[in-house]
């Protein structure tokens, strides 16, 4: 039987391929695709998605060392930037793995520890995972929407 910590690893790992499958046919001039009115570029999701990761590794479980310059949410919209792929697709692997790291070193006791942040109030862990969880599906549907219809 698969103790607390696999098996909420594993559904992260699950529910992210919803944003990863999008990357293998990714091309550069995705990233500035807009869905109507939005003022979010895929590139822009992509560099969020993977900041969003990086906050919660350092600031939900405890990657105490982890540096984070979270620039989306720092700027709080698109400033076109997010342009070059293969940097962003390193930027959202270095991301996935800082996640992953951390949610493998969670005991399973540590899920149930509340933690507050400013973002979302006082959740469990479990709880604050669900949320990076459905945080990166949104997007990764935004992402999807965009490369398909958008300019």
Avoid: C
């Amino acid at each position: 039987m698969q103790t607390t910590t696999p098996s909420l690893l594993s559904t992260w790992l699950e529910a992210r391929t919803r944003f990863t499958n999008q990357l293998v046919a990714l091309t550069e001039n995705d990233l500035k695709k807009k869905l109507g009115s939005s003022p979010n570029s895929v590139g822009f999701l992509m560099r969020h998605i993977g900041d969003v990761e990086l906050l919660f590794a350092k600031n939900v479980f405890g990657a105490a060392d982890l540096k984070v310059s979270a620039q989306t949410v720092i700027d709080k919209h698109d400033t076109g930037e997010w342009t070059d792929l293969e940097a962003l697709k390193a930027y959202v692997d270095f991301s996935a793995k800082a996640l992953q790291t951390i949610i493998e070193q969670q005991k399973d006791t540590d899920w149930y520890v509340s933690i507050t942040t400013k973002e979302f109030g006082e959740k469990t862990k479990a709880a604050a995972l669900g949320r990076i969880v459905s945080h990166t599906a949104y997007h990764a549907g935004q992402m999807a929407l965009a490369i398909k219809y958008g300019v």
